[in-house]
């Protein structure tokens, strides 16, 4: 027996009975069909049946095409519209369009051109709904839109920014440095309507206030020494996406002022111009100091972070998500071999005992360097303890810990000299006078170990 695979379902709504039997037998063999003959019933059959396609009219008695259109999408918000519309109707087709049809067709219907498009949509849809699970698929393992975590507080942060995402609230994010503040701006713009328009960046603290208001704001031509012609600001270059301004405790009085204004009426002047300018964006904040400090010692005006504190974001240090950190040294390792051109298999326990109970002052970005660094200087096919820097061996082990099994030596020297100098000997001799060796687990360099081994000869030739 041979098994048929499901076939797709198409609902044909059209108050006009020809239309309606005409297109069924068009359609039958490769698609079930159903039908109605108006919006309302349309409604009632896609509450109670599987159905892949609309294909409706547009101009119906009651309730007419678009509205259906709207109403469908709201239950079914992956069904494939596709509108029949008077010959020249080209208005509402465009409506259409900007309220989710798939596509739209000119009455009489083409046969040929209905079956090329409905096999087009078919495949397109199949492979959307393939990229979302596969992408919903790698969201639950490794965390959100590159942003991996998978700890109780990163968790709580993924649900807000999806609530936040789709809609038009200005956002602002706050943190310590390398907490990943640009990665969620990023991320709210990729989850957002916006997500086709513009991603703006601005790093408000790299440029001088006058020379920030023109970047922002754009300037007209000659307004000041250097403003050779007309200029479009960040301002407009993000119009129908997403302004990020980084940083933006740095931004001086003045420009507060006329960023407060923007905020308020969603327009302004170029710089030496009075034309105003009207823009459609969405504004994500950030910063990496405490902004309601900052308003209380009178540096930030409050009315402008009353303005940006609609839907605030606070990163965690990593050092109070140690959870992450194995996730995150798989995620960086992987990256650094790709761009290294190395292979790694991973890390030792030991060497991520080391990692995941450092304090990492520097936050993600310390530990995606740290890794890199390690990559690159890795010898083994896998990261060990001996391969992790000094100074995070010091912090967690104490100073003088420089790897495991080489703690202090057995007699306890007179001085720190001679305790270093024990150090560098044993060490020496458990590498059989392997300099390289003796000095990678000593955490320092080569030139460093010739230089000491030649003070220590230099010294005792003296003596
Ligand atoms: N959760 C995370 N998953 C993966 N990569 C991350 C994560 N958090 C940060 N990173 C990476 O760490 C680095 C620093 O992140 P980012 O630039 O977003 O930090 P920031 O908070 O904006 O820092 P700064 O205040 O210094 O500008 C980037 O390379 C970023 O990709
Ligand atoms: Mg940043």
């Given at each position: 027996?041979?098994?048929?695979?499901?076939?797709?379902?198409?609902?044909?709504?059209?108050?006009?009975?020809?239309?309606?039997?005409?297109?069924?037998?068009?359609?039958?063999?490769?698609?079930?069909?159903?039908?109605?003959?108006?919006?309302?019933?349309?409604?009632?059959?896609?509450?109670?049946?599987?159905?892949?396609?609309?294909?409706?009219?547009?101009?119906?008695?009651?309730?007419?095409?678009?509205?259906?259109?709207?109403r469908?999408?709201?239950?079914?918000?992956?069904?494939?519209?596709?509108?029949?519309?008077?010959?020249?109707?080209?208005?509402?087709?465009?409506?259409?369009?900007?309220?989710?049809?798939?596509?739209?067709?000119?009455?009489?219907?083409?046969?040929?051109?209905?079956?090329?498009?409905?096999k087009?949509?078919?495949?397109?849809?199949?492979?959307?709904?393939?990229?979302?699970?596969?992408?919903?698929?790698?969201?639950?393992?490794?965390?959100?839109?590159?942003?991996?975590?998978?700890?109780?507080?990163?968790?709580?942060?993924?649900?807000?920014?999806?609530?936040?995402?789709?809609?038009?609230?200005?956002?602002?994010?706050?943190?310590?440095?390398?907490t990943?503040?640009?990665?969620?701006?990023?991320?709210?713009?990729?989850l957002?309507?916006?997500?086709?328009?513009?991603?703006?960046?601005?790093?408000?603290?790299?440029?001088?206030?006058?020379?920030?208001?023109s970047?922002?704001?754009?300037?007209?031509?000659?307004?000041?020494?250097?403003?050779?012609?007309?200029?479009?600001?960040?301002?407009?270059?993000?119009?129908?996406?997403?302004?990020?301004?980084?940083?933006?405790?740095?931004?001086?009085?003045?420009?507060?002022?006329?960023?407060?204004?923007?905020?308020?009426?969603?327009?302004?002047?170029?710089?030496?111009?009075?034309?105003?300018?009207?823009?459609?964006?969405?504004?994500?904040?950030?910063?990496?100091?405490?902004?309601?400090?900052?308003?209380?010692?009178?540096?930030?005006?409050?009315?402008?972070?009353?303005?940006?504190?609609?839907?605030?974001?606070?990163?965690?240090?990593?050092?109070?998500?140690?959870?992450?950190?194995?996730?995150?040294?798989?995620?960086?390792?992987?990256?650094?071999?790709?761009?290294?051109?190395?292979?790694?298999?991973?890390?030792?326990p030991d060497?991520?005992?080391?990692?995941?109970?450092y304090?990492?002052?520097?936050?993600?970005?310390?530990?995606?360097?740290?890794?890199?660094?390690?990559?690159?200087?890795?010898?083994g096919?896998?990261?060990?303890?001996?391969?992790?820097?000094?100074?995070?061996?010091?912090?967690?082990?104490?100073?003088?810990?420089?790897?495991?099994?080489?703690?202090?030596?057995a007699?306890?020297?007179?001085?720190?000299?001679?305790?270093?100098?024990?150090l560098?000997?044993?060490?020496?001799?458990?590498?059989?006078?392997?300099?390289?060796?003796?000095?990678?687990?000593?955490?320092?360099?080569?030139?460093?170990?010739?230089?000491?081994?030649?003070?220590?000869?230099?010294?005792?030739?003296?003596?």
């Amino acid at each position: 027996m041979i098994h048929e695979p499901a076939r797709p379902g198409i609902l044909v709504v059209d108050d006009d009975r020809n239309t309606r039997d005409g297109l069924k037998r068009a359609l039958q063999r490769d698609y079930r069909v159903l039908t109605a003959e108006g919006g309302e019933r349309a409604l009632e059959i896609l509450d109670g049946n599987a159905v892949d396609i609309l294909l409706a009219d547009v101009r119906m008695p009651g309730m007419d095409g678009l509205t259906l259109l709207q109403r469908a999408l709201v239950r079914q918000p992956r069904l494939i519209c596709i509108l029949l519309t008077a010959y020249g109707n080209v208005e509402t087709a465009v409506e259409a369009m900007k309220r989710g049809a798939y596509d739209f067709l000119m009455k009489p219907v083409n046969l040929d051109h209905l079956d090329l498009l409905l096999k087009r949509a078919l495949r397109s849809s199949a492979m959307e709904s393939e990229n979302l699970s596969l992408r919903r698929e790698l969201d639950e393992k490794f965390g959100l839109e590159n942003i991996v975590g998978q700890s109780a507080p990163m968790q709580a942060l993924f649900d807000t920014i999806r609530q936040a995402a789709p809609t038009q609230a200005t956002v602002l994010i706050q943190g310590a440095s390398g907490t990943g503040k640009e990665l969620v701006a990023h991320a709210i713009h990729r989850l957002s309507t916006r997500s086709r328009g513009p991603f703006v960046a601005v790093h408000c603290s790299a440029l001088a206030p006058t020379l920030l208001e023109s970047e922002l704001f754009g300037h007209e031509k000659g307004s000041f020494t250097g403003a050779a012609g007309r200029r479009r600001g960040r301002f407009e270059m993000a119009d129908g996406g997403t302004l990020f301004l980084d940083e933006v405790s740095e931004i001086d009085a003045a420009v507060q002022v006329k960023l407060l204004r923007v905020l308020e009426e969603r327009t302004f002047e170029r710089v030496g111009g009075n034309e105003p300018v009207d823009v459609d964006i969405r504004l994500i904040a950030a910063t990496n100091r405490d902004l309601k400090t900052l308003v209380q010692e009178g540096s930030f005006r409050e009315d402008l972070f009353f303005r940006l504190d609609v839907v605030t974001i606070t990163l965690p240090p990593l050092a109070e998500r140690a959870d992450d950190i194995p996730l995150l040294c798989d995620h960086f390792l992987r990256e650094a071999c790709r761009k290294n051109a190395k292979t790694i298999d991973g890390l030792t326990p030991d060497a991520l005992h080391l990692l995941t109970a450092y304090s990492w002052p520097g936050n993600v970005r310390e530990l995606r360097n740290t890794i890199e660094k390690m990559v690159v200087l890795a010898r083994g096919p896998r990261l060990t303890a001996r391969d992790v820097p000094r100074n995070i061996v010091e912090e967690v082990r104490g100073p003088g810990a420089v790897s495991r099994g080489t703690l202090l030596p057995a007699a306890a020297p007179a001085s720190l000299a001679g305790a270093e100098k024990q150090l560098i000997f044993d060490a020496l001799k458990r590498h059989g006078n392997n300099r390289t060796r003796a000095a990678q687990e000593l955490g320092i360099s080569r030139r460093t170990l010739h230089r000491k081994l030649k003070q220590y000869r230099e010294h005792d030739a003296a003596s």
